[in-house]
């Protein structure tokens, strides 16, 4: 039992090892999760064309177009995805400011309203042209949440955000940084 889970995890540090080298054009995902069905919101590094790479942050809303769920059968779904990604670094420790900066945003007074540089999707996990994304601060029942608001695809789409999730993404990409320190 010990040299299996001795081997898995000198396999885990190798694939993690090799890693490292982003393609271009591609996500190398850092951080991911779901607040509800609908919110998502994930950390990633992201190659250019120029070979310039960056930390983004992928604010979605997903609708479930059509859901099919039977027992004889393997459940379906067919789901819309609106997105668009946050710039929040050129490296983990601004990207780790960005997202220390959201929690003082939520302590801000409900009603205040922030606008960040980000890209549209343009399909196939790719970013696109550059927008802003407006930001509100808004008063719940159960505290405070930001709600980000973006053009997606001609409409405009809205997403909100929790304190846990800002904190849990914080945990995420600190872990991250100690497997990848050079990062």
Known sequence: MKKLLFTLAFSLLAVCSFAQNIPVGMRFE????EEDEQSQFSIFKYKDDDGSVAYYM???Y???VLGIFRDDITSMTIDHLDETSLYIGADSDEAMAFLDGLLDLLDGAPGTVA??????SAGAERLGEYSTATC???KRLFGKRLKFVFESRNRTAETEMTRSAIKSLISTLKFNKTLHPDW
């Open 30 to 33: 850092v951080a991911e999760i």
């Open 58 to 60: 992928s604010v979605a």
């Open 62 to 64: 997903r609708l479930n």
């Open 115 to 120: 606008e960040f540089e980000c890209r549209k």
């Open 136 to 138: 509100i601060v808004m």
